[in-house]
């Protein structure tokens, strides 16, 4: 793996924080591209149809993602939010984490609570974000270098599934995988993450995973199909994505967002399904794709999580688990693992 550049952040009147603020950039654009192009032709040209989910977060997909956790339907964020508030301190004296390393870190908000946490406990001396989408993410640096005075930020731009090996090593690190990202993994690349997360700890370090639990079905489905229609925006906003990268002839209009909770996986798929028939021409494959009526493309799968199953996993992963809390409905769980071997 190698990187595209090393590339400080901030000048002006952020002066004072561009020297504790760095962001390594691992996806290289072509071996980026190549890796989804591959994936998209594989997905698109198979049925039933399916994108990875690489495809939503660009720099509009980002912003409309932070548009849905504020959306009076889409619980999740606020569940963790309210463990996060409640727990921080515990999970500070239970790690007293030198560096806190966010998966996926998107505008890095509920994050905050931790770095309050482990600040107070007087430990802290770093934070890594690490994520796909690249504005969001020197956006968020620059804002948490300004808020905390004293504090490393070493972001890294790359794809959790790549470039976990890369990751910052200093020592006794709290790795956190928060907002339900896990689930968005299907059951055959969830566990490879995991183990490839458990690989890349050392024995000091921890896990800490922001889990989505099975509930009541309309409750699964209103959180994925919002009133305002910004969970819409943002699955819909995927087809943008392929005409400009792809060459691709898809008309958003022509398509419908569905979401809805499949009981047999325990998750929930969101799908674009054709309004009618049609054919969409994908100039950079070389293909054109036909859609039935009512035909679907799936974007992204969440997994809702039943408890003891998703300890089982942890476990064979080779995680054990220090402290588990849920919010007041029992909507949410985080938990907190170590690597099970002894840290001294
Ligand atoms: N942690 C935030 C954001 C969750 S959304 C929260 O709890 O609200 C998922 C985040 O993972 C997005 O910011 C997205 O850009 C990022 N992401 C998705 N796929 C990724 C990948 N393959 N590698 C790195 N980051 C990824
Ligand atoms: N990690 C988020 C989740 O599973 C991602 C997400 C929220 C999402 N809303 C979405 C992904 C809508 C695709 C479409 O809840």
Same mark, same amino acid.
């Given at each position: ?17 561009a020297?504790?603020v760095?962001?390594e ?12 192009y ?5 997905? !698109? $040209?198979?049925?039933?149809?399916e ?18 956790? +504020?959306?009076p ?9 309210? *463990?996060?508030?409640?727990r ?48 969001m993410?020197?956006?968020?640096s ?12 070493h ?11 890369? $990751? ?7 790795l ?7 689930g ?9 993450? $995991?183990?490839? *997360? ?7 370090d ?15 489905e ?6 305002a ?11 943008e994505?392929l ?14 967002h ?9 998750? *929930? ?9 049609? +054919?969409?021409? *994908?100039?950079? !494959?070389?293909?054109?794709? #036909? ?15 039943? +408890?003891?199953a998703?300890?089982r ?21 985080l938990?907190?693992? #170590?690597?099970?071997r002894?840290t001294?």
């Amino acid at each position: 793996v190698e990187a595209r550049g090393i590339e400080g952040v901030g000048a002006g009147a952020l002066g004072q924080t561009a020297s504790r603020v760095w962001v390594e950039v691992y996806l290289r654009p072509l071996a980026w591209r190549c890796l989804r192009y591959r994936e998209a032709k594989a997905g !698109l $040209l198979q049925s039933p149809r399916e994108l990875s989910p690489k495809w939503l977060y660009d720099e509009r997909g980002s912003r409309l993602f932070e548009e849905i956790t +504020r959306q009076p339907e889409y619980y999740p964020t606020r569940r963790e939010r309210e *463990i996060l508030s409640a727990r921080a301190g515990d999970v500070a004296r239970l790690t007293r984490a030198r560096w806190l390393v966010e998966l996926g870190s998107g505008a890095s908000k509920k994050t905050r609570l931790l770095l309050d946490a482990l600040r107070d406990e007087g430990t802290l001396e770093g934070f890594t974000p690490f994520d796909v989408s690249e504005e969001m993410l020197r956006g968020s640096s620059k804002r948490l270098a300004w808020d905390y005075p004293s504090l490393q930020v070493h972001g890294v731009v790359g794809d959790f599934e790549q470039h976990l090996s890369v $990751l910052p090593r200093h020592g006794r690190r709290l790795l956190a995988l928060l907002g339900g990202t896990l689930g968005n993994f299907k059951p055959g690349e969830r566990a490879r993450f $995991l183990g490839a *997360i458990r690989a890349s700890m050392g024995p000091e370090d921890f896990f800490l995973l922001g889990s989505d639990l099975l509930k009541e079905t309309s409750t699964l489905e209103a959180a994925y199909n919002d009133a305002a229609g910004v969970t819409a925006a943002f699955n819909l906003n995927v087809l943008e994505v392929l005409n400009r990268e792809l060459g691709a002839g898809f008309v958003p209009s022509q398509f419908q967002h569905v979401a809805r909770f499949d009981a047999e996986h325990g998750w *929930i798929e969101m799908l674009l399904r054709a309004k009618r028939a049609q +054919r969409v021409r *994908i100039s950079s !494959l070389q293909a054109s794709v #036909s859609f039935a009526e009512g035909e679907t493309l799936r974007t992204e799968v969440s997994t809702k999580f039943d +408890r003891d199953a998703l300890t089982r996993e942890l476990t064979q992963a080779g995680f054990a688990r220090l402290a588990d809390w849920t919010d007041d409905r029992g909507d949410f769980w985080l938990t907190l693992w #170590s690597t099970g071997r002894a840290t001294d």
